[in-house]
């Protein structure tokens, strides 16, 4: 499924009551932008927030639609059927790309999804709970999902962890949702949330972890968020510098297995240089 958020390193949360954010929000650079009406919004306030998005997402500029996500409200809340019924008529007029589930445990919930948004419309699961990741396998082979994303924080509080910063018990569930995800044929998962936002040394560490554990995005809960993540996650100047030499050396051998540097290039290595050279074209922030 061809769309820039496949791609995308950072996608930024923003309130879906507040308006006068949402361009804001596009304008960081980030690759998405997910205007929140599940955590975000109060509950007396979620009626009015959908109401006002119409408005809110025609104002914006077209291409930056292509990079807007709207995160609903979780099936079998009471918002979940006019949640839906919205984000079809959003997707329909295009309005946004696509819709973030919470607390995405069925794969049913995501085929209904995927029905009602049209065959357009992008989904991102977004795992929070034991039951998701019993599931995991299943969402991801639902049509229409994008990508997979962690909700680390609900995980967490659903399973009875408390975690340290570093989450070091959550490093299984990562590496499950990235197995999910190669068996899939997905791009790189979406890493949860870092939530002290001042704090730089944290986010750093949070995201080099999350490019460790095959990661290629992470959410974001705050703007200055999106420069440091996109850049933690893109490819450094020594790696690009190698992709283009295999890239050359494949080119100039007519293809097949070469040498570089005493070492065999063969189709796993190639297609890794194709891929940091395409992460690499990605606009920065």
């Given at each position: ?33 997910i205007v929140d009406l599940e955590d975000a919004v109060a509950p007396e306030r979620k009626?009015?927030?959908?109401e006002g998005l119409v408005a809110s997402f025609a104002a914006l500029p077209g291409a ?150 095959g990661f290629g995005a992470k959410l974001c809960i705050h703007p200055d968020q999106v ?59």
């Amino acid at each position: 499924m061809k769309s820039p958020l496949a791609l995308a390193r950072t996608f930024l949360f923003v309130p879906a009551d507040r308006p006068e954010r949402h361009a804001r929000a596009l304008a960081t650079g980030t690759g998405g932008v997910i205007v929140d009406l599940e955590d975000a919004v109060a509950p007396e306030r979620k009626m009015s927030a959908r109401e006002g998005l119409v408005a809110s997402f025609a104002a914006l500029p077209g291409a930056g639609r292509q990079r807007l996500l709207v995160r609903i409200n979780a099936s079998g809340t009471p918002w979940y059927d006019d949640d839906r019924k919205a984000v079809a008529a959003w997707v329909a007029q295009g309005l946004i790309a696509g819709v973030v589930l919470p607390k995405a445990e069925r794969a049913e919930d995501l085929r209904l999804l995927a029905e009602a948004v049209g065959p357009k419309g992008l989904l991102i699961p977004l795992l929070e709970s034991a039951a998701g990741l019993a599931a995991v396998d299943e969402l991801a082979a639902v049509p229409q999902v994008l990508r997979l994303a962690f909700g680390n924080l609900d995980f967490q509080a659903d399973v009875g962890l408390a975690c340290d910063a570093d989450e070091a018990e959550l490093v299984p569930v990562r590496l499950a949702l990235l197995l999910a995800t190669r068996r899939a044929g997905l791009p790189a998962p979406i890493d949860g949330v870092t939530v002290d936002w001042r704090d730089a040394q944290r986010l750093a560490i949070d995201t080099a972890r999350a490019r460790r554990g095959g990661f290629g995005a992470k959410l974001c809960i705050h703007p200055d968020q999106v420069a440091p993540v996109h850049a933690a996650l893109g490819p450094s100047l020594e790696e690009l510098a190698w992709a283009r030499r295999v890239i050359d050396a494949i080119g100039s051998a007519g293809g097949g297995v070469v040498s570089l540097d005493g070492r065999m290039v063969d189709a796993p290595v190639v297609r890794l240089a194709e891929r940091l050279l395409a992460l690499d074209a990605q606009s920065p922030p």
